[in-house]
């Protein structure tokens, strides 16, 4: 599964994403008079009346809506193509479809007075976004856990004195004052959370979680969780942002606050597709979430670029969907990547994409080829720390890209703990616990933060939450050495300072007590 803390979901002093839409609760819909006059008949290369082409793999498109074009209008088109709607997101204007039609893009493009963009989400057939921690899961043992509540002081869990991270932000101090309102919850956008685990339970939501797998929200009870075989990482994530303070395992950042689990990830492959994703946005946007965590990249590209006609409709799908989930109140966070990749430069090469497919080497600008969700507009991109405070061996970076850091893991850097792990210690699904490192790990103790923020600033707006995020992390200077891969200290001269922001750590590594305070 393709590592997560390498993508960017990345926010201000970037390139904005076109959104398309100037929307407000919804589209803006002509009259039916007016309304009539897009080109519905002959699709372009088809002639009128012939039926459409189904000799191609059945693929999952996005199809974006021009600012007056009505989604019934949109959804005939469609089907004249040779597609089916799938659902159509009216709010933004929308529409996924899944179609046997080799030009089925090429067709709806053709018809400029209903489409802005069209594009496939994948470039194998339908069957199977990422995650991203940095290496394997490391489960606690019994004996260590043991170790753990031994050394543990009055007031702390049974397994806090391992949690090195909710010191380094202070997150312990913050609980001694508020320790977030059950008003507040965070989305765990993600590959689906145990609701069943004991740390997890109290603080879940049930009512704001969901299956968007398809694009399609499915709320059957259940339906959140991680596949029997599926990845264990959303309910990792969702331990460290609220795992409950009653006595057991571990403790979150906002162990007051609400959790819920919007499943994205793909049976099988655990991979991240466009459909879901922006189902995701728009699930959290309808069930009044605050924040939502996204420690994964949208598959199959790790970098979308504007001048991929398929690659385009993808950042215009999701941006729509992040921007309103934004509008509607929601603040959306995410991990960087665990590639190392200097986000801010001109040229990386990506070996990886597509990851549903044949993988082919490429050299891309991070500028004009976006990591999403990191890069998208109003998102807090997030790097990741060790116990040292060091920028971990793993993470990406990028002057004006990561907005802040937060405790990511990094083997290199040992705390003084039972454990002596230098990873992250949460919740895993079936009660158990365990270490894991990456961004993807980083961006939940943001969330946590923000959760606390939110609790403290109950009608604090996204951007009012980003920007006391930013004035309230502890400034951190780009340090002389950081660990490499081989855990070797190595002069750290790629890491840049200007306009009171690293390209490290961004304005500065999250602080819960200020957020509190």
Known sequence: ???????????????????????TASLAFLSPVAA????????????????????????????????????????????????????????????????????????LRAQRGLFVSVGATRTAPLKTVQTTEEGTTQRLSAADAAKAAASAQPGQEPLEPNQWDLRAIKADQAQALNAGSPDVTVGVIDTGVDDTHPDLAPNFSKSQSANCVGGVADTTDGAW????????????????IAAARNGI?????????????????????????????????????????????NSYYVDPWYFNCKSDDDQKALVEALGRAAKYAERKGVLNVASAGNENWDLASHS????????????????????????????????????????????????SYGLGVIDVAAPGGDKWQVPDTPDANGRVLSTLP????????????????????????????????????????????????????IYDATGTLVDAGTCQAKWGQTGYYGYGVVDALKAVK
């Open 348 to 395: 990386i090469t990506d070996t990886t994409s597509p990851d549903d497919g044949t993988p082919a080497p490429r050299t891309i600008d991070p500028h004009d080829c976006l990591d999403l969700p990191t890069q998208l507009p109003g998102v807090v991109s997030v790097s990741a720390t060790g116990d040292k405070g060091l920028r971990s061996y793993y993470s």
């Open 225 to 240: 969780r991680p596949y029997p075989d599926g990845s264990d990482h959303g309910t990792h994530v969702a331990g460290t």
């Open 430 to 481: 079936g009660g158990g616990y365990g270490y894991k490192q990456g961004t993807s790990m980083a961006g939940p103790h943001v969330a946590g933060v923000a959760a606390l923020l939110k609790s403290a600033h109950p009608t604090a707006t996204p951007s009012q939450l980003q920007a006391m995020l930013k004035a309230q992390a502890t400034k951190t200077a780009c340090p002389e050495k």
């Open 36 to 107: 009539s006059a897009a080109p519905l008949g002959t699709t372009a290369g088809a002639a009128a009346g012939a039926r459409p082409d189904t000799s191609g793999p059945e693929l999952s498109y996005v199809a974006n809506l021009n600012t007056y074009a009505t989604v019934t209008a949109a959804q005939k088109a469609v089907e004249r193509a040779g597609g089916t709607v799938v659902t159509s997101y009216e709010q933004i204007g929308v529409v996924v479809a899944h179609s046997r039609n080799p030009d089925f893009a090429k067709q």
């Open 249 to 293: 395992g571990v403790s979150g950042v906002a162990p007051g606050a609400k959790v819920a689990a919007i499943k994205v990830s793909e049976p099988g492959t655990s991979l991240f597709y466009t459909e879901a994703v922006v189902c995701g946005f728009v699930f959290a946007a309808e069930k009044g979430i605050e924040v939502t965590n």
């Open 1 to 23: 599964m393709a590592q997560l803390g390498s993508r960017s979901p990345k926010r201000h002093g970037r390139l904005a994403v076109p959104v398309g839409l100037a929307l």
